[in-house]
């Protein structure tokens, strides 16, 4: 039982970085999105879209 505290301190900074890795990739995502409907509101369209009118 030497060690007990450093494992459950190791365990305890591990699950600490994973919420806040899931957190920020979460929020980055919610920017992400906002930001893809910003510009397809104004117009902007993903090169990956067909042009209107071109038949591929």
Known sequence: MN???FVLAS???TAAA???IIGWILIDQRIQKN???R???QGVR???AKAPGKAQ
Do not use: A, D, F, T
């Open 11 to 13: 365990y305890g900074i």
């Open 18 to 20: 994973l919420v806040i």
């Open 46 to 48: 993903r090169r990956s």
């Open 3 to 5: 060690h007990l505290g």
């Open 35 to 37: 930001e893809l409907k």
């Open 39 to 41: 510009l397809e509101v």
